[in-house]
């Protein structure tokens, strides 16, 4: 059975979802834009949003008990391919070199906040 996991460190869910489920040893996280949760503001700009977002994913990871180290599978929403590069750029400085997650990252029309350049969503391992 499904334990559902959140926590006050997230910015306020826009929906009726938890912040993460952990089945039996696996964390499913849902997926985070780059809406601060204190103020409740998007950033501007792909790198501004994709450090919120990586911080946003390792405050669900931790309420479950896991961590980014535990990560072994993302997927990235980006709401313009041309931001690829500079996602990247900030995306490699959370995880080590030698052991990235898989990926996948796809183009998408919309996100949900309406300022939201990237969404991602990960699986990890407690």
């Known amino acids: 059975m499904a ?4 926590s006050s460190n997230l910015p306020k869910r826009m929906g009726p979802y938890s912040a993460a ?6 964390v499913y996280t ?10 409740n503001i998007t950033p501007e700009g792909i790198e501004a949003q994709a450090h919120q977002v990586m911080a946003n994913l390792r405050s669900a990871l931790e309420a479950a008990g896991a961590s980014l180290k535990n990560v072994f599978k993302c997927t990235v929403y980006l709401k ?4 690829f590069a500079a996602f990247n750029k900030v995306y490699g ?12 990252c796809v183009q998408v029309s919309r996100l949900p906040s309406g300022s939201a350049l ?3 969503e990960a699986i990890a391992e407690l």
Do not use: I, Q
Not at 3 to 6: C, L, P
Not at 80 to 83: G, H, I, N, S, T
Not at 96 to 101: A, I, K, M, N, T
């Open 80 to 83: 313009d391919m041309e931001d």
């Open 93 to 104: 400085e959370y995880f080590d070199e030698e052991s990235y997650p898989a990926r996948t």
């Open 3 to 6: 334990k559902a996991v959140n």
């Open 21 to 26: 489920c952990v089945v039996g040893n696996l």
């Open 30 to 39: 849902s997926g985070y834009t780059g809406r601060n949760p204190v103020t």
């Open 118 to 120: 990237v969404e991602v």
